[in-house]
């Protein structure tokens, strides 16, 4: 069974920083999807960066971006550029290509500080 | 816009009593979910379904069950609400062919059972 893990509860930046938030992940599957997804205070959930395992190249989006490392089974997410919008709760997920249902970590509080 | 939206944003019920909680997507979706969600524990799976009537356990279907009658409409059912039912319920969907496998989630719905 695949399983992920956030090791840090609860993080803080100054806002116009950079931070990183970590993920590692357990899989016996060779192709498989990493996920990041943001959950705004009170808002819905929404999908901030995409990697398909078989890409060696790192996925960015805009300010965010992925340090995924396969054989550590590592997929760090980078937010450059913190903005008080970024403050939300970050979870790490992932798929296996046979898979039906995605494995989320416990998430990662992020809170960008004026 | 993509939408999948869910028919509380809040619900206060009693110790017994029966529980809908409805779910709607317009993106005609084959997947569609219900996660609970709790501070420490990230997303767990109640209940999915991969196509109309059909309907699969996740990881903690104990106490639930749903409908599945038409293909945007996808119903968790709490039989007889219990005071650790209470939580954040998430619905998602998520399409079968697109090839993203990115996965839409609902506003969630905040259930207190006293």
């Known amino acids: 069974a695949q399983t992920v893990t956030q090791s840090q509860p609860e993080m803080s930046v100054q806002e116009a920083e950079t931070v990183t938030l970590s993920c590692t992940y357990d899989?016996?599957?060779?192709?498989?999807?990493l996920f990041w997804y943001k959950q705004p205070p009170s808002r819905q959930m929404i999908l901030v960066i995409r990697q398909e395992a078989y890409k060696q190249q790192n996925a960015t989006e805009n300010r965010f971006s992925v340090n995924f490392q396969k054989a550590a089974k590592s997929f760090s997410l980078k937010i450059s550029d913190s903005q008080l919008g970024d403050t939300a709760m970050y979870f790490c997920?992932?798929?296996?290509?046979?898979?039906?249902?995605?494995?989320f970590g416990p998430g990662t509080r992020l809170s960008v500080l004026p | 816009d993509v939408k999948v939206t869910q028919s509380s944003r809040y619900l206060v019920k009693r110790t017994g009593e029966k529980v809908f909680l409805e779910c709607v997507q317009d993106m005609d979706h084959e997947n569609m979910f219900w996660y609970r969600q709790d501070p420490g524990l990230g997303l767990r799976l109640i209940y999915f379904?991969?196509?109309?009537?059909?309907?699969e356990k996740g990881d903690i279907p104990e106490g639930y069950s749903v409908s599945r009658e038409k293909k945007e409409r996808f119903s968790l059912i709490l039989e007889s609400a219990s005071t650790n039912q209470t939580s954040m319920y998430l619905c998602?969907?998520?399409?079968?062919?697109?090839?993203?496998?990115?996965?839409?989630f609902g506003p969630g719905t905040r259930l207190t059972v006293l």
């Open positions: 379904s991969y196509d109309v009537k059909m309907k």
């Open positions: 998602a969907s998520r399409s079968s062919v697109d090839g993203t496998n990115e996965q839409f």
């Open positions: 899989t016996s599957e060779n192709n498989y999807y």
């Open positions: 997920a992932s798929l296996d290509n046979y898979g039906q249902n995605f494995v």
